[in-house]
């Protein structure tokens, strides 16, 4: 948080949507995302909060998936962090269950995060409808799945998708799909997805995109990168 242009760009950013998910927090003194929800909320007509997950990783290396709300639209209603008994995932996924304010067929559905390890991506792909099956016991079958699967290019071979159980089962929708960049870089790959499941979320979800922050705040290439190497992906929740 000491580069205060780039703080700038993620304010603007937060304030695009209800709720945001943001990865590789490795921030060990845990005070980057509260200050960042703090800087939202000193400029933002609508209140902001933000829940946390506990610091996970096999390494030394430690990182949090956080998520940042509009309070006024949603509340938290419960946490769960995958108990990842068999170590499948390098970043046990995180499910946070949200509930509308707003009046609607929907009133509460999971987000449940991760960020797959490169190396093994098909792996912990493959192993996603697990953690959406534990999920759906706990909080319901409405879901959506989301963050950086790793999934595309040389991590995930064009014949590897028929092997991945959550590709071929068709409870499972992909918002985002292979031809889409969500890289900053010069590479063309679409390794961020989103992924939604459940009767009303698949019903009441439009089509994924990503969000051109770099065009939208005129920003040259290094601009963009110190923000983030990733471009957001989104959706409209009706």
């Known amino acids: ?17 209800d709720i945001l998910m943001i990865q590789e927090i490795r921030d060990s003194a845990g005070t980057a995302l509260p200050e960042l ?17 506990p610091r ?15 309070s006024d639209k949603v509340s938290v209603i419960g946490e769960y962090q995958w108990p990842d008994n068999a170590d499948v995932f390098e970043r046990e996924p995180y499910s946070v269950q949200f509930s509308r304010k707003s009046a609607g067929s929907q009133k509460t559905f999971s987000y449940i995060s991760i960020h797959a390890k490169p190396d093994d991506a098909v792996s912990e792909i493959d192993h996603l409808d697990d ?16 963050g950086d699967f790793n999934a595309d290019c040389s991590y995930v071979c064009s014949t590897c998708w028929q092997s991945i159980d ?7 929708t992909w918002l985002i799909g ?8 010069s590479t063309d790959c679409a390794y961020d997805r989103i992924v939604v499941a459940g009767s009303a979320m698949t019903a009441n979800s439009g089509p994924g995109s990503v ?16 923000v983030s190497d ?3 992906v989104e959706f409209l929740l009706n």
């Open 37 to 53: 929800v703090d800087d939202v909320n000193a400029v933002s007509s609508v209140p902001y909060d933000f829940v946390v997950s």
């Open 1 to 17: 948080m000491d580069k205060p242009q780039v703080v700038d760009i993620l304010i603007e950013i937060v304030q695009r949507y």
């Open 230 to 232: 990733h471009y957001p």
């Open 131 to 146: 953690v959406y099956d534990d999920v759906a016991k706990i909080y319901g079958e409405d879901a959506m799945i989301a």
């Open 56 to 70: 996970t990783g096999r390494t030394s290396s430690k990182e949090q998936y956080g998520y940042i709300f509009r």
């Open 178 to 185: 292979s031809n889409v960049d969500t890289t900053v870089s």
């Open 211 to 226: 969000f051109r922050f770099d065009l939208e705040y005129k920003l040259s290439y290094e601009e963009t990168k110190d």
């Open 166 to 172: 959550m590709w071929t089962d068709p409870r499972f």
